[in-house]
């Protein structure tokens, strides 16, 4: 299959690298030039342009960042979807607003361009590993041609509604994760500060009832976990400034309906804090410093 794939990242890169080595052939596009000479150095064949990605593309797969480089890639007199091939399919991975996902369904389907939302979770670590979770939003029919795309790259495939439902199901998610992150940096701060040995209170709580994902798979401690992000000064992984966006497009959702979210209001704020204390660019993992006594 002829896929085009634009937005080489944190996430995209790895994805991209999945697909190249299932046999599909590939044209890729960042507009970051240092993200396509790393993966260029992966084998990825890099386009001069987004526009020379999709000529003759039959799946086009996005992973940007938010809402108006989403908007600003396909929407407009001259963006993609007036050069995507009518009956190509485009799945859009980037966690963006529900609202956005389905104006640019709506604009793809009046060009006979099926386009379905799928936004991801399971992190860098799922992306490279190939077992990310997607929440799908738009028609069956259109998820099952993308089904034998998307299981190169991940090992669970949900349907969670028509287009802009894999947004709304990704945000829910995503504000839990902000919130838990904040409760077990306040837990393990809160233990460190008493003598215990963060890797034995993180085993602990692992196996207890405050076991949760962060625990399992992305310790915000350095030190704890070899691999996760904290261990690596906070880099890669998950932006705080990614995670700022989520809370905050949870948080105009649940404007628009009503719902109550005073945990995930909170949790953005002190996410906010975090980015304007000069650490936006750092792992979500690091709002462990808000809570974490300084070293003297
Ligand atoms: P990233 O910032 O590492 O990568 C985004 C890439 O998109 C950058 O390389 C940027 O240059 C490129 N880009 C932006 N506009 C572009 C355009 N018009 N054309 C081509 N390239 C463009 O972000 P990421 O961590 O890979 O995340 C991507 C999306 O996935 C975000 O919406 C994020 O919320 C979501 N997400 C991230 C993670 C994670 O752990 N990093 C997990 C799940 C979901």
């Not at 798979?217 to 992000?229: D, F, H």
């Not at 906070?234 to 998950?238: E, I, L, S, T």
């Given at each position: 299959m002829k896929i085009a794939f634009i937005g080489l990242g944190n996430m995209g890169g790895p994805m991209a690298l999945n697909l190249l080595k299932a046999g599909h052939t590939l044209s890729a596009f960042d507009l970051s030039a240092d993200a396509c000479r790393k993966f260029a150095a992966e084998g990825l064949a890099i386009a001069a342009s987004a526009a020379e990605t999709v000529a003759g593309a039959e799946v086009v797969i996005s992973m940007l960042p938010a809402s108006a480089h989403v908007e600003g890639l396909y929407?407009?007199?001259?963006?993609l979807l007036g050069k995507i091939a009518p009956g190509a399919l485009v799945i859009d991975s980037s966690t963006i607003a529900a609202a956005t996902s389905r104006k640019v369904a709506e604009a793809g389907a009046k060009r006979g361009i099926a386009v379905i939302d799928a936004p991801v979770s399971g992190g860098t670590g799922g992306a490279i590993a190939g077992t990310l979770t997607f929440m799908v939003g738009g028609a069956e029919a259109d998820l099952e041609r993308a089904r034998p795309v998307l299981e190169k790259m991940g090992a669970n495939i949900f349907?969670?509604?028509?287009?802009?439902a894999g947004q709304t199901a990704k945000i829910c998610n995503n504000m839990l994760l902000g919130i838990l992150m904040i409760g077990t940096s306040e837990a393990i701060a809160l233990g460190v500060a008493n003598g215990l040995d963060p890797k034995v209170l993180s085993e602990i709580m692992r196996r207890s009832s405050g076991g949760n994902w962060a625990l399992e798979?992305?310790?915000?401690?350095?030190?704890?976990?070899?691999?996760?992000?904290a261990s690596k000064g906070?880099?890669?992984?998950?932006g705080t400034d990614l995670m700022l966006k989520d809370l905050g497009l949870a948080q105009e959702n649940a404007a628009a309906v009503r719902a109550s979210t005073p945990l995930g209001g909170l949790a953005r704020n002190l996410y906010a804090a975090h980015s304007l204390g000069?650490?936006?660019?750092?792992?979500?993992?690091?709002?462990?410093k808000l809570v974490q006594a300084k070293a003297a």
């Open positions: 929407l407009g007199s001259d963006g349907h969670a509604g028509a287009a802009g798979k992305y310790n915000p401690l350095p030190g704890v976990m070899e691999n996760a992000p906070y880099a890669g992984g998950f000069g650490h936006g660019a750092l792992d979500f993992s690091s709002v462990i």
